[in-house]
């Protein structure tokens, strides 16, 4: 988890499922995190409006909401999405993240 160290790598699994008439696509995922169970969910749909793609993410590490926006790529078959977020484990500032869907 320090900056520069090597990915830690587990298994997990993930439900996907249309929601709101396919408006939005919930994903619950669960796993291990540092070696402890971790849960955490997201939901992410296309904003008419702004022409853009949002998420957002919870999980059971940490109290604040990780929201992101961005476009999509190939005819919408990679999505990009960028955000700030908390670190659940420190207390410094808000870091910039950013995420990618494939279909």
């Known amino acids: 988890m320090e900056p520069g160290s090597a990915p ?17 696509l919930q994903e619950e995922f669960h ?6 169970p971790f849960s955490g969910q997201t939901l992410i749909g296309y904003d008419n409006t702004k022409q853009t793609f949002n998420s957002v993410w919870i999980s059971d590490t940490q109290t604040s909401m990780f929201t992101s926006e961005g476009k999509g790529d190939s005819g919408n ?27």
């Open 8 to 24: 830690e790598v587990t298994q997990g699994t993930a439900k996907v499922s249309w929601k709101f008439n396919g408006r939005f």
């Open 31 to 36: 796993g291990q995190m540092m070696g402890k």
């Open 77 to 103: 078959k990679v999505i990009t999405l960028e955000g700030k977020a908390s670190c659940a484990f420190s207390a410094g500032p808000m870091s910039p993240m950013k995420n990618g869907v494939a279909h």
